[in-house]
């Protein structure tokens, strides 16, 4: 298990460079550069200077191993739509309303959303099966700025209940959990109605209940625990992907979080803010891979790792 | 001991009275956009931080009828050859740290733009027209070449080129920056709240950096005209979009939103008496290769300028959201002119027989042609690709001539226009600064387009250095007027923003100038200081 282990974090370590390259090239690839904006009259002189202050008149190689080689001491440069702090103070102060509503959103929908699933596995084409049906290929379908509207629209300016928007008064948190849970809770009362159903048609489920196991036991005992995989499998993934913020409920709700920084630092040409941002994410999903994959050896024991044991 | 009561019961009353009257107005407001580098007009216009210019004080600037007001200047004169200007500072202004505002700080910031600010030297360039500006911007004379002297604490002289008799309205994007910050901490003054000082109407009391959102608060130094009549203003940037800031509005979150082309009708059926409307300073308007077929022909030209129904344009396709353009200059514009727009006619038989003269009789022979539009963000978003179709409608019903558009990003736009890579375009144009001559400029000698029309050129030369407002004014209609008459260009659609306010919003801001439009916060300075809740 740990030579396994360590042979994957070698090579998260060689994703990691081989997408640094890439996102390089790529955004350096793009037409423009962070100060010919057309909107933005800069003359060629003050540009020229500009372009030495920020290092970007070096050829691009130099460039590249400049950056990658503060990257190793998590000095991610200075942002250049915002000067005065560095790319690590931008992070750390515009991912904490993403990470409480993102996280919130996910860690509330999704045991929602598990919940809904074994209801509709438990009851089979009953009411309670179609509803889930019905929040499942809804939450997946509608976009979430159409979730965002619908329910500024009704518990905002209709009912009149919540804030529209705003932040940081914990009221204002309540709409934005909302939009970022409908995802969770449709995708893990999809997954869970599956893998229960298909758990359930197992030979050693019939078995359990011809020796006696109170209902009750089975489904949580046995069942939930054999179903847990895919479950397993899709949580941290999606924990990253909502908890960076998303541009359109950030942009809906007026969070100041993350989520447009993904946008504005390829708009604007934001290189090191660029970089950061997606070796971050990069970096995340490759753990939150290894994480899950050791979490599937742990919950089943018949998997086992790389073919070495 | 009666007489003690009594005055203890009048000072409850009055305290019981006054209490209200003390809660805090504060307004919540729209800003523009949503990333903002520096707390400094000055430094950059583009990607400053929100109403970074609500917090210094300009030497002048408009009123909602476009009057120009002094507001740091008590007085300005211009010398007899009409190169010298003078403007006298008023003496009693402070920045909030108490330091003096004097006439070195607004000379500073214009020395710092041509050196070193980065995307602000092109306005003082054209619009400004000061001695050495060129040569200071393109690093070939020393800062001290500039036409820019403090002559003393209160006194600023700016010398020109050539006479500049618009310069004081110029003047209104003219703020001054903190020397004795700058001299201390760099252009890094302006990156934090703690360090940031003002010496407007309004003092800083906190910036977020993630949306650009600010809250500034009535500055309790700022003794100059119009101060803040609210204690606190939050500008809050996402509220811009009106898909977000009409719903905020609806709930009650926001004092005024921008509104959409769909939004109208709501908001009008919420609140009709909220409505608010504000010509933009812009016109969108077709050019031309002058010099290559077709339009090398007045009256191919001529032929499209009687061909548009603007009035159909607007009320239908575009559904109000602008207004029909019969001139270059947009209504409330200095120097419009009522008798140019009048020309401005749909004539579809005057159409036909032009292209007729041409040698196109019902558009036969006539070569396909393609209208290059550019992709569009904000209002022009809205109104170009919409006018483009229904233009390629009219001219293929009026004329006879088919048309394709072709959309094209930015750069590739402005490139196919100055290179005449093809020979029609919708362009649209916004305001730099409130004078005739920056709309004129566009066509002058080269200019925007590559015209050289030596009739028009000659007439808009004499009138921008010309002193007397109504010699000036006329020699830009008689330009207007070759304009027309070459068809060099045709006017098409003034843009139109619509927004909701709240009815809690008070003050002659809030109510439309004489020309029915309410400019907002286009208008910053008059905008927040006449404006009460």
Redesign the interface.
């Known amino acids: 298990m740990l030579s396994y282990i360590l042979r994957r974090l070698v090579s998260v370590a060689f994703t990691f460079i081989v997408v640094s390259l890439i996102i390089f090239l790529m955004m350096h690839a793009v037409p423009?550069g962070p100060?010919d904006?057309?909107?933005?009259?800069?003359?060629e002189?003050?540009r020229a200077?500009?372009m030495a202050q920020l290092g970007l008149d070096q050829p691009l190689y130099v460039q590249y191993l400049r950056y990658m080689w503060g990257v190793l001491q998590f000095d991610f440069g200075v942002p250049?739509?915002?000067?005065?702090?560095s790319v690590l103070q931008?992070l750390s102060?515009?991912w904490v309303?993403s990470l409480i509503l993102g996280g919130l959103g996910v860690l509330i929908g999704a045991p929602l959303g598990i919940l809904l699933g074994m209801a509709a596995a438990l009851n089979r084409n009953s009411w309670i099966d179609y509803l889930a049906s019905a929040v499942a290929t809804l939450g997946l379908t509608i976009p979430v700025f159409v979730t965002s509207?619908l329910l500024?629209?009704v518990f905002?300016?209709w009912l009149?209940w919540l804030?529209?928007?705003?932040w940081p008064q914990p009221e204002r948190w309540i709409l934005p959990i909302i939009a970022y849970a409908a995802i969770p809770v449709a995708t893990y009362a999809r997954y869970t109605r599956s893998a229960m159903l298909d758990t359930m048609s197992r030979p050693f489920v019939t078995v359990l209940r011809a020796k006696g196991l109170s209902e009750r036991r089975i489904v949580f005992q046995h069942v939930l625990r054999n179903s847990a995989i895919p479950l397993v499998t899709v949580f941290l993934p999606m924990f990253i992907g909502t908890a960076t913020g998303s541009i359109f409920v950030e942009?809906?709700f007026?969070v100041?979080?993350?989520g447009?920084?993904f946008v504005?630092s390829i708009e604007?040409r934001d290189y090191p803010l660029e970089m950061a941002l997606m070796l971050m994410i990069t970096f995340m999903y490759c753990i939150a891979y290894l994480v899950s994959d050791i979490v599937y050896a742990l919950i089943n024991p018949r998997i086992r790792v790389g073919g070495a044991e | 001991m009666h007489i003690s009561r009594k005055f203890a019961a009048t000072l409850a009353i009055a305290t019981a009275l006054t209490l209200p009257a003390m809660a805090q107005a504060t307004i919540v407001a729209p800003g523009q956009s949503?990333?903002g580098?520096?707390m400094d007009y000055m430094k950059t216009v583009?990607?400053r931080a929100t109403f970074a210019e609500l917090l210094q004080v300009p030497i002048a600037t408009f009123d909602k009828e476009f009057e120009l007001t002094p507001m740091a200047a008590e007085s300005w004169s211009q010398s007899e050859d009409g190169l010298t200007w003078t403007f006298n500072l008023r003496k009693d202004l402070v920045w909030s740290d108490g330091e003096p505002l004097t006439a070195e700080d607004y000379v500073f910031a214009l020395q710092r733009a041509a050196t070193?600010?980065?995307?602000f030297?092109?306005y003082w360039d054209f619009a400004g027209g000061i001695k050495g500006w060129k040569e200071v911007?393109?690093?070939t004379a020393d800062v001290s070449a500039l036409g820019l002297v403090a002559v003393d604490d209160h006194t600023i002289e700016v010398t020109t080129t050539a006479p500049k008799p618009y310069l004081p309205s110029v003047t209104s994007l003219w703020y001054p920056v903190p020397k004795h910050k700058v001299d201390e901490l760099g252009d890094?003054w302006a990156?934090?709240v703690d360090t940031i000082v003002s010496s407007g109407p309004f003092d800083l009391e906190s910036w977020?950096?993630?949306?650009n959102?600010v809250a500034l608060t009535k500055s309790d130094t700022y003794v100059g005209p119009w101060q803040a009549q609210i204690d606190r203003l939050e500008v809050?940037p996402?509220?811009g979009?009106p898909?977000?800031g009409l719903?905020?509005f609806?709930?009650?979150?926001t004092d005024y939103s921008f509104l959409n082309t769909g939004q109208v009708p709501v908001a009008m059926a919420a609140d009709p008496d909220g409505i608010r409307k504000n010509a933009v300073f812009a016109t969108s308007y077709l050019s031309y290769d002058l010099e290559s077929e077709p339009f090398n022909d007045v009256n191919v030209r001529r032929a499209f300028y009687y061909a548009i129904d603007r009035d159909e344009l607007t009320s239908t396709v575009l559904k109000d959201i602008a207004i029909p353009a019969g001139s270059i200059l947009p209504p409330g514009y200095p120097g419009y002119n009522p008798d140019v727009v009048a020309q401005a006619t749909f004539d579809p038989e005057k159409a036909k027989q032009f292209l007729a003269d041409a040698g196109y009789p019902n558009g036969e022979g006539f070569p396909a042609i393609e209208i290059w539009i550019r992709e569009e963000g904000g209002y022009n978003g809205a109104i170009v690709p919409a006018m483009a179709q229904y233009l390629q409608a009219e001219f293929k019903d009026v004329l006879g001539i088919t048309v394709d558009i072709r959309q094209l990003p930015?750069?590739d736009w402005?490139d196919g226009l100055r290179g005449a890579k093809n020979n029609i375009f919708i362009a649209p144009y916004e305001y730099d600064y409130l004078d005739p001559s920056n709309f004129y400029g566009i066509f002058y000698n080269g200019g925007r387009h590559n015209y050289f029309v030596p009739e028009y050129d000659d007439l808009v030369a004499q009138a921008d250095s010309e002193s007397d407002w109504d010699t000036r004014y006329d020699l830009y209609a008689q330009a207007e007027q070759v304009m027309i008459d070459q068809g060099l260009i045709v006017p098409l659609v003034h843009p139109i923003t619509t927004a909701i306010i709240s009815s809690d919003l008070g003050g002659e801001a809030s109510e439309p100038n004489s020309l029915g439009f309410t400019p907002l916060d286009r208008l910053g300075h008059y905008f927040f200081t006449h404006l009460t809740k």
């Open positions: 423009g100060f904006a057309n909107d933005m009259p800069v003359s002189a003050v200077k500009l250049y739509q915002s000067p005065g702090e931008l102060r515009a309303p509207m500024i629209l905002a300016v009149k804030p529209a928007s705003g942009a809906m007026r100041p979080g993350l447009a920084y504005s604007t | 949503t990333t580098t520096y583009y990607d070193s600010g980065y995307d030297a092109w911007t393109e690093g890094d990156l934090n977020e950096k993630s949306n959102s809050d996402s509220l979009a898909e977000v719903p905020a609806l709930a009650g979150d930015g750069a402005m």
